[in-house]
């Protein structure tokens, strides 16, 4: 199918896809890997009368080491993100899952602010932005704002992005020494959207014990999730199977799936249980704890 007859706009620069956007208003789209929005617009399921296109704007891949984590330009290639030294050695529970956004293909178009701002909840990237406590720098002509990532996501595909504004970059920041991490998603085939998935980072101390602890689902409510619950279970305890399967079911208190083509809800509350004690155990054993 082809899409509706629309209007382009090329900008040079966030400042200039800032000023596109104040003057088209609620007509306009930012355009980067178009890896989700194009095929929305050839299926009529999006149809904006402007796109703003943000994919050649100068030094659009960005990667900048600070002391708390690594900020990501939000123009940035999937497939270079995942490819930065920086990001494999300091984060690699994010490296681990844009490996697994759909196929290489598709990682060499998308962007990472692209995908956040899709807020699609089965996709890894929002999840990993809720595990890493990262922030999102906000801009738009008249003004910047930054925003933690638990305050962006509203509900299905919906952020609280005003139409004027656009996401410039992320701030992922760098779990604490002495941290391990895990990440598994459960999809029909390889590269498919997730059916489900669970990613947790822990912290331990010197004596084993938990001191820190993180846990993002995705594909199991209309917004990625933190399962505080359930990491409020492990503050102080060291490790147990025991531990980690009844902070596992703890999930159950923040997941609200829906059943669709592909599986059940009642399969997704169940898997994401799954998923998340695995997530668990590799977090503890990436931490220091021998198995």
């Not at 990491?231 to 079911?249: C, P, R």
Request: some cysteine; aromatic content about 6%; proline content about 4%.
């Amino acid at each position: 199918m082809k899409p509706p007859v629309f209007d382009y706009q090329r900008a040079d620069s966030i400042a200039h896809a800032c000023d596109l956007l104040a003057a088209f208003g609620d007509d306009a789209k930012i355009l980067a890997g178009g890896q989700t929005l194009i095929p929305m617009m050839n299926f009529r399921l999006a149809r904006p009368q402007v796109l703003v296109d943000i994919s050649n704007i100068t030094d659009r891949n960005q990667v900048t080491e600070e002391s708390d984590g690594i900020r990501v330009r939000a123009t940035s290639i999937q497939r270079f993100v995942e490819q930065c030294p920086a990001i494999q050695r300091r984060l690699p529970v994010l490296h681990k899952a844009i490996q697994h956004i759909a196929h290489f293909q598709i990682r060499n178009k998308g962007t990472i602010g692209g995908s956040i701002s899709n807020a699609d909840p089965a996709s890894e990237l929002p999840a990993m932005s809720l595990l890493l406590d990262a922030e999102f720098t906000i801009n738009s002509k008249t003004e910047e704002r930054v925003i933690p990532a638990e305050e962006f996501f509203i509900t299905y595909m919906t952020t609280s992005l005003a139409l004027d504004e656009i996401l410039s970059s992320i701030l992922f920041k760098e779990p604490p020494k002495n941290s391990g991490w895990g990440f598994h998603e459960v999809a029909r085939r390889s590269g498919d959207f997730a059916l489900a998935g669970s990613s947790a980072v822990v912290t331990l101390d010197e004596n084993g014990k938990c001191t820190r602890a993180r846990i993002a689902l995705l594909g199991v409510a209309a917004t990625p999730v933190r399962a505080t619950e359930a990491e409020e279970m492990l503050i102080g305890e060291k490790y147990s199977e025991e531990l980690l399967k009844t902070a596992a079911q703890r999930v159950q208190d923040v997941v609200d799936p829906e059943s669709d083509v592909h599986v059940t809800k009642e399969y997704r509350r169940s898997v994401v249980e799954v998923l998340t004690v695995r997530a668990l155990e590799d977090g503890f054993r990436r931490a220091g704890v021998a198995r």
